[in-house]
């Protein structure tokens, strides 16, 4: 696909400056400054080669050929930009690594950490000819259910902001261009094509879009990347406002503005309002498209020159045509994969730890049960265009096993046994032990729609039997079924073969559930209401084969049995449980939400080894907050896994039993109920007149997650979060003290040193985020009560303190005033607050800003 000869690295050299070849010829990726600018040579290198391009040529450059490459242009020595996803490891045909998703990133709170990730992830970009990179992501986090929350970096922009720069400074110092996306306001998955999210400037300032503006002011990303969603009713790739206005004039981004996948709706209006980049096809900014508006004058040839000079600005920041495709590093890197792995160790936040369960004692524990649907295999990412395919993946199972092997030496008396199970009740015991009053009534029609004339014969169960059909023809089962126990139940169906269809009736009305193919191509339906004891209903369940010979199963469980009989025996006997819950890659992904609750049944399972365990651990997979009101209180420990990456495993091992201490600290408020979000009545579209472009109003305004949960004046019912901003345990403790600040009074502007204490007061090495927060007294527009402005992540041997200094600047105490237009600071007395959550913020001090 790539276009390199030397044909045209000799049009190249004629083209170009001596100095810029010598450059390129003798500089290794890793040793050129990539993140610099461009170099007025360079500038006048672009002028040129722009002036030999006829017009045609240069509409050809602002669209791709494929869906990762652009248009190369021989004549000038261009070489088609080779493009990648994404945010937690290359998806380039090729198996990559797969890092922890960007959300666990920002977990851990750990900006130097976030720059090695990038930079592996340049260097993994480079050894696969990468240019440039699809990634970071740093929408906002909303609501718990937005999809691509794990692709993003939580809900605070000071912390977003500062895990991204860090980031595309990793990647951009390996040659590789990154992308900030989605450009903007892209916080949720639902109608992204067609639904517009509207708010007013200063809610787009303050949160929307400080983490994009930081990625171009301080980082110079090479890119920006137009979300799919409309902002204030117009296409992202259409906003003027957006692209021009704020990125290009007021930010001077000087990069590249490209389309998301398929997300230009109209090529003059995307050329005219600052889009660079069409991908992955030129669909609209085309010759058809664009050469007639330019001839009749309604589109500037000056505005296509100045996206080609920005393709071309990237192609000589990042030496995209003249150096060699592929570096010779091999594909799987030992260093990429040791990055992987700290920082999976880094961003595993442990929520709870009643009567401190964890770190288990490795000798003590000789009957280990991982129980769950996550446990294996690795659930490393979740899904969509952030898949990665990796040569190695540590499933939790694997590496618990693997450690316990590693730290133990079976004895007479103890076996240091893992034992597993998936948790998942097995077919054949849910349809054999289901029984029908007088057994199930099977009839086989000859047409396609259960009439007429049956073969009719009575069966006990259906077992996944060999049953003979007609292909063209219906099946029927129907019998009576009386539940033994009071309690909620579900029908489950095992649907034969893949293209067979079913339709399961209760009492004859139709039950469905959006969960279709649960698990293996089974089906888990509830029904409608709770049985009483002895109470009876009529179960038929409509089948239409695709195949002269089915294998359907049908059963009914009471949700206590929703556990295997393995399972619930493994936990009824181990010391411990480690139980693997959560969303994967085909539940969490882009394009679509996903629930609040955790996917089916897993509260239930949670629930059932509760039951019959009192140590259970539960480890979650998501990029967010889940539903946890039915179980939390049943269970002592939780760990936050977040989308760990390929070694997520061994990370999770070394924090259960206390080789990790576990540092992460949740980069998004976790709401104990969904309706306790602020966006509860904004986040999903309130005018709905116009189905092809549902508007979503951020009503909430600034007020989101712990800007809403601790501020009195808007949060006037006191709603509490389950789990705070920031927050996250330790296997040890930490006190902060001795807050003090370089001046009590200060002219706005004037930079204000902060300085305090921290210390390791328990027995075992750990690290914590000291956390800054701002807030003013008595402002003259709302402003929530505190905000982030600056932490550190501090690493402390037991007993060790230290002394952080972290310094504010003249943003820190601004807000965006809708009057002036501008950043502004009231003269006004502030509050600084340290400690280490959004909620547990012990020190304070005044300053007087004049
Ligand atoms: C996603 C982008 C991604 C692109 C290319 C789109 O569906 O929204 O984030 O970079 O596909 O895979």
Redesign the pocket.
Known sequence: MRLRSSAFALSLAMIFTAQFLLVSLIAAPAAIAFGQRTSPAQEQQIEQMLATLTLEQKIDLIGGVS?WYTHAEPSIGLTSIR?S??PAGL?SGLPAIAYPAPIALAASWDPALAERMGTALGHDARSRGVDLL??P?VNIARAPMGG?NF?YMGEDPWLASRIAVAYINGVQSQGVGA?V??FMMNNQEFNRHNASSDADERTKREIYLPAFEAAVKEAHVAAM?DS?NLVDGVHSTQNGWMNVTLARKEWGFDGVIIS???SVYDGVEAARNGLDLE??FANYMSRETLLPAIRNGSLSEQLIDDKVRRILRFSLRFKTSTRQEDDTSSLFSETSDQVALDVARKSIVLLKNDHATLPLNVEKICTLAVIGPNASPAVMGGG???IVTTHKSVSLLEGVADYVAAHTQATADCKHAVLYDDGWPANYDVFSQTSFTGGLQQQIFTNRDWSGTASTTQRDHLNEDRIVTPKTGSIRWSGRFTAPRPGRYFVIVHDGRAADKHSIFVDGKAITTNNTDLHGELYYLPIPHPLRQGEAVDIRMDYLPNDSEVYPGLGILQEDDILSTRARSLAAHADAVVFAAGFDKNTEH??RDRTFELPPLQDTMIRNIASVNHKVIVTLNSGGNVDMRSWLDRVPALLHLWYPGEEGGKAIAEVLFGQQNPEGRLPVSFEQKWEDNPTFHSYYPQDVANPQMPHIRYTEGIFLGYRYYDSPAVNTQHVMPRFPFGFGLSYTTFEFSNLSLSASSLKAGDPLTVTLTVKNTGTVAGATVAQIYVGEHSPTIPRPAYELKAFQKIELAPGESCTVALTLDRRSFAFWSPQSKDWQVDPARFTIFAGDSSEHLPLAQDVTLR
């Open positions: 869906t493009m996803d994404g998806r699809l990634g992501g691509r692709e992308t996306k989605h990347m799919y998301d996948w398929v991908m992955p969509g265009s952030a882009e394009g």
